[in-house]
């Protein structure tokens, strides 16, 4: 391609963009098709062939690409060097939450399928539609457009795909680590996060961190029977139910000793700039069933889900679940506990004042065992640099609408394993409030999916501006 | 046979007893592996093949008996007119709790074996084999060893064996009001409580009542991402550990409004008469790997399981509960929720009480249904009486040691059925403290079934005295 007159191959790639929307989709399909559930051990094999799959498609486009082994689920590393200019480390992964509870959805979760709406948007429906197979394709498609019309790409481009993102990315810091001179680039392109709104594009720049542990309290040697044992015999769900309640203090904050710590207010700019957003706080609890906001009273609510730390039970289980009345002591309760930390906390902190918050509370007779699934601190991104400020214009000139600069509640740990590496991260995502990701019926707007390709094609003819 | 003078038959049909415990163990074998598990719907052709098999086994002894069916599993009933004197009704209870957690058992819960233990006693290991399948058989087997040598039996006995004691006994009370001149009787004999201890066996006279809940607690209107809705969002389970940990006081005590409404203070003669009892508190908690009664302050355990009314968790469960993890906001909640209630309280008042504590701890957003799950007041026995001073004095001539008269913090609903068709009820049982019953690796010693099909053969023998 011509770096020092792009108009002409940049439209046509953008009109390529538009014609061959039929087979990006069967092609995103058919990535949707595997099911990649990375945290249940029986779906190992279905993760290692949607990193066969991507390797495929990036080598089809003219990338050196292969699949590279991990003691977990395997990288995907491709190289592309037919552009100059900067060079741009693409980051995805294409591992997925799991699905249940399964009767919820109306369609199969892996077997993929367009939903028009009343409001004239289509919908992609399945798992991974949105995160991250959907996101991820954006970029591959958009790099497909400029093979398709110009034979390269506008600038140096390497991709990494993980599958491990959703339980934890064990495996990715010691592959970059290992895999530093290969990887290292300018700056990271990472595509899994929101739009601002549905016609307002954002890259994000203050990501929160998490802290996840299991725990397992134990109490007598064996459940017990509550006619013989009911008040004398400790009841492990009585004391989790006692430990979680423990947790948060009735005006929404988290009641862990310390968890505070580190942790600063939002300068006046920001507030105030978020203030201007347009975001509708009523409107975006109505989404879900909800209407008033359950964190720390008198905080907006971008200010929490930002800004803020959290806490949250993710799931409890003990005792007896089926059908009918079992009126058993359970001698054991198990929940999964995890916090989204905010820019001062430390992972390794929040976790051992978790653990010493509930071993504090643990009536005599009663154990308890901790599980470890990982964490990371938060990140927050430079707000200036000349790359942001291109992407940000390719964004406002795809989408008409000035592009935002936000922040996001969720956490992709691995920022900070680049960050270790000197690469600043780029989050670019099309991805809506309302995709219901990690829910059932998770989908895509498919004008997210061939908005996003074109946003992608633009972002990369700017970046090799001169 | 001969009522004047029983001795020769007594002695002859105890001898049979003691030659016939082959026998005998193959027919209860053969009751144990039908899984009769009543609460689970699956399991429904088992409860009526278990009905049919004791229906037979009644034939086969020369009673008029058959299988009765009913809206849920069906009845057996037998009556035996080969005797005179009082008119005795024995009850007992063919469905069994479910198995789980089935990894804990050690041995197929519905293939019995023999299990040989270091102290000499032999334990029957099954689902059933004491709760109430061991028990009832001892009843059926003494029947069988009085036909075996007299072709009699020394009083009139009718049976009445149900499918649903474990479930809430659904259709007891329609089926007794519909039956009550078939079935009514000078006495009800239950099998299906505890010895005092190894050497001591105990008529039980007070028996706690029950009211069982469940209830599901709604929030969003479906599960969440906890990076984007965290801290905003209600999180179902956080309501629900909050509400768990609001039904306990810190002193031990339940606190739901108005809950002890009704209950005395035990009397002191009754409290002295527990104290005498040979019962060791560390012993009974240390069984089961506990060091601590966890129920009321200052309220010695027989007090707090037999004596006073407790709140147990018997079940939770919500949000993600497989290997791995996963950052959801649970937009569900589910638990089961039981209360053991003593004499003064009413089970509908509890229910009620309960649902209103619930539903004034229910945050904005949050919505709560109900399931009723059955209930039953407690029971207290006449002290008196004829027919129980003679079991008394059968008990004490079989095992040596004076038969205590005991309280059981079990339930046993079907006794207020009884009371409400004029017929109090002896509670006769052989059943240990340590026989897990509900719990995995239920046992019953070879002892208490060879033991307590005597001490029934004495019983009828001793009921029949001029």
Known sequence: MTISDPVGPLDRALAHADSDTDAALARLFELIRIPSVS??????????????????????????????????????????????????????????????????WNTDPFEPVLAPQADGETHIVGRGASDDKGQLMT????????????????????????????SGSQSLPGFLDRSSDELSADVVLVCDTDMWDRETPAITTMLRGVVKEEIEIS?????????????????????MGDIVASLRLPDGRVAVGGFYDGVSELPDAVKAQWQRLPFDEAQFLSDVGLSVPAGEAGRSILEQVWARPSCEINGIWGGYMDEGFKTVIPAKANAKI????????????????????????????CDVTFRDH???????????????????????????????????????????????????????GFARFDNRIHSPNEKYDLSSFQKGIRSWIRILAAFATK
């Open 374 to 428: 990982g964490g990371s601190p938060a990140t927050v991104m430079p707000m200036d640099g000349l790359l942001l400020q291109r992407a940000l214009g390719a964004l406002t000139e795809e989408w008409g609408t000035e592009a935002a600069i936000a922040g996001t509640g969720g956490s992709i740990p691995i920022l900070d394993q680049f960050k270790r590496l000197g690469m600043d991260s780029l989050l670019v």
């Open 219 to 239: 109490c007598a040697d064996r459940d017990l029977h509550s006619g013989i044992y009911g008040n004398a015999a400790r009841n492990a769900l009585q004391v």
């Open 39 to 104: 945290t249940v051990p029986a779906h190992a094999a279905d993760c290692a062939r949607a990193a066969e799959w991507l390797a495929a498609a990036l080598v089809e486009l003219g990338f050196e690409a292969s699949v590279r082994p991990t003691r977990g689920h395997p990288m995907v590393v491709g190289h592309d060097r037919t552009g100059g200019g900067p060079h741009v480390l693409f980051y995805g992964h294409y591992d997925v939450q799991p699905v249940d509870p399964l009767a919820l």
């Open 139 to 166: 970029f591959v498609e958009a790099c497909r457009c400029w093979k398709a019309v110009t034979g390269s790409l506008p600038v140096r481009v390497s991709v990494l795909f993980e599958g491990e993102e959703e």
């Open 338 to 365: 995890s916090f989204r930390l905010v820019a001062g906390q430390d992972p390794d902190a929040v976790r051992v004042a978790f653990r010493a918050h509930v071993v504090a509370r643990l009536p005599v007779d």
